[in-house]
């Protein structure tokens, strides 16, 4: 693993190389696929026999290093191993004439015949295992691999080696440098050196690559594990928002948003009757069970206010449905209690009762504190109102408060409240601390 990846990233790294051992293996299928093809179309049955026989050894050469990979231990020494093979018996086929060529073709022919630039695929096939030390031993062995056949080929008594001083400094005329240099079992130096150029450039260049690519995954791992670090203290479509354009959550503005507040009734008397660790326990699955639906429904869960939960819809942009979503919401919040005291009778626990709280209006949306802290949430009196329907659901013996405001807008945007929530009724009008006016409500009754 890179020395500077950011802490947490090790596994997510160390998936994408063994992803990357698939991606290889898929690469090396289809390509010697498609050149058995070509080869059986092509080529009589007596040449291509021992082709295919060469592209299945080359497909055996890539399925051995890929079943000993998944085995830990024997991760990157076997591909290494492997690989050095690779390029020997490529290196081997590009140089020792083929028994059904031509008659008379030299292995000094086949050291300047393009066949050479196959040792390049094989290297830009690297760039697939996403691992710059790969990358570099497969240029490596590529080098050796080469450069030992083009030793060989030079060791042969009929090969005539030269280089370039010998032809450009041995006054010879064009016909015969171009005689020289064309002779059958002629080697120049300069031809070796550039080919070992050219192997040695791809391979910094795809080491590189991989290395940059490597960096890349690491920025979008660490990022996403700092999305993952922001969303267990914001809900996902602000972090979405702080992703995108974090800089618009410090503008606060004035929206129109759906408020609901839902808290646990008489939470105060069931503290005394439960140990710390059973009241630690009542609340983490009350939060987290009523956050989840929040979420489901696109709402942002503002807070938790001991056993309350604040959420609110239409932030950080109010759409068209936002009272719909909030209704359902709601309904599937009493649906979860219910669930949830199923699962605590069965424990032999207490059973638990709550009230949610909504309306809807204008508020301030953005971030609300100082440099050193600061906080996504919604003020103003539809906070408010919000807040203290939900405490009238005690006086009124009801589970769910909606002012007449939420309904409206849910017809308007051509969702049925009493669809969205079973057993919703018009409630007379109440009076809320801090208003002149009643509030026309609806509410839900599903208590004994």
Partial sequence: M??????????????????????????????LGLMAVWVAITLPWERSALYLAVLLAFLLLGVIPYVLARRVH??????????????????????????YGLEGWSPQMNLRAPGFLYLGVFLVYMALSYRPVLVITAGMAAVIS?????LWVISLPETQFFSSRDVLGAGLSLEEALARVLDPNAVGFARWVNQV??????????TLTVWRSRRLVLRQV??????????????????QEIADNGASLNQTKVQRVVVLFADIVGFTAITERLSPDDLLDLLRDFHGRMARTAIAHDGTVDKFIGDAIMVHFGTPETRSNDAGRALRCAAEMLAEVVQMNAARSAKGQEEIRIGIGMHVGDVIVGNIGDAQRLEYTVVGDTVNVAARLEALTRDLSVDLIVSQAVIDQAYESGADPRRLVPGITPGE??????????IEIWQSRQRD
Wanted: charge should be positive.
């Fill in 2 to 31: 890179d020395q500077r990846a950011p802490p947490g990233t090790a596994r997510a790294l160390d998936l994408e190389e063994r992803n990357s051992l698939t991606f290889m293996l898929q690469g090396r299928l289809i390509v």
């Fill in 74 to 99: 024997w991760g990157t020494f076997a591909i290494a191993f492997f690989l050095v093979l690779d390029a020997a018996v490529l290196s081997f086929l590009l140089i020792v004439p083929n028994p």
């Fill in 146 to 150: 080469w450069s030992v056949g083009f």
């Fill in 197 to 206: 150029v050219f192997l040695a450039a791809v391979t910094l260049i795809l």
């Fill in 222 to 239: 660490a990022a996403e594990g700092q999305r993952s670090a922001l969303a267990r203290y914001f809900s996902p479509n602000i972090v």
């Fill in 429 to 438: 009008s109440v009076s809320v601390r801090g208003r002149n006016e009643n």
